[in-house]
């Protein structure tokens, strides 16, 4: 099964700066997605990380808010940017593995924006 | 559109049997089960891809109803590591790959 891991594991940071999460897979997974969490909610889409092409964003997020590279098959970043309070939240990486169609999920990074 | 999970909380006491329902008003292609504990990432359960389809073990089932639009999670003789959140993800379309999440089931066991 893919191992998955996240930095920083949690942050706080100002209103208005940006942060870079980077999330790095233990072996080669077909689909990497990025999930935002609020405490004690579902997990919602943000956007699936696209192997050096452009992210495909779920309605609601926009590419100038949550810029999103992968340059390989096993890591991505996740930009939050401008941040606001409304921005503070639990930040998911995910991957897919090819052929058990399993998703895993890395510990998240815990973002409060003050 | 997110599935609907029932019931939104439960709470047991160790050795009973709880069942969590994941709804779609449309037909999935698949449904993957997660348990989530505080602070935790979601950590896979199964994933049941065919109609009519159950699987797992004896503690910790699931079944995917013949319409596709149903999959029930079944916890049999609950233990205390059972408690946390469970969230079925839903792929509507072959191919898609991306989960929808359902709204969560809070399962709570108690000594």
């Known amino acids: 099964s893919a191992v998955i891991s996240q930095k920083p594991s949690r942050d706080i940071c100002q209103r208005g700066t940006s942060l870079t999460i980077q999330c790095q897979v233990d072996?080669?997974?077909?689909?990497m997605f990025w999930y935002r969490q609020q405490p004690g909610q579902s997990l919602t889409l943000i956007a699936t990380a696209n192997q050096g092409s452009e992210a495909t964003y779920e309605s609601g997020f926009v590419i100038d808010k949550f810029p999103i590279s992968r340059p390989n098959l096993t890591f991505s970043t996740l930009t939050v940017s401008n941040m606001s309070p409304e921005d503070s939240s639990i930040y998911l990486c995910?991957?897919?593995?090819?052929?058990?169609?399993?998703?895993?999920f890395g510990p998240g990074t815990r973002l409060t924006v003050l | 559109q997110q599935p609907v999970q029932s019931p939104q909380a439960v709470i047991l006491r160790e050795g009973e049997d709880a069942v969590i329902n994941c709804s779609s008003s449309k037909a999935l292609y698949s449904v993957h089960w997660y348990r989530q504990k505080h602070g935790e990432a979601p950590v896979f359960l199964m994933i049941l891809l065919k109609g009519g389809e159950q699987k797992g073990h004896e503690k910790i089932s699931a079944s995917f109803n013949e319409k596709k639009q149903q999959s029930s999670l079944y916890l049999t003789a609950s233990q205390l590591s059972y408690s946390g959140t469970y969230f079925c993800?839903?792929?509507?379309?072959?191919?898609?790959?991306?989960?929808?999440f359902g709204t969560g089931t809070r399962l709570t066991i108690i000594p």
């Open positions: 993800g839903t792929e509507t379309n072959f191919g898609n790959e991306k989960l929808t």
């Open positions: 995910s991957g897919r593995e090819g052929g058990t169609d399993t998703q895993y």
């Open positions: 072996s080669q997974v077909t689909m």
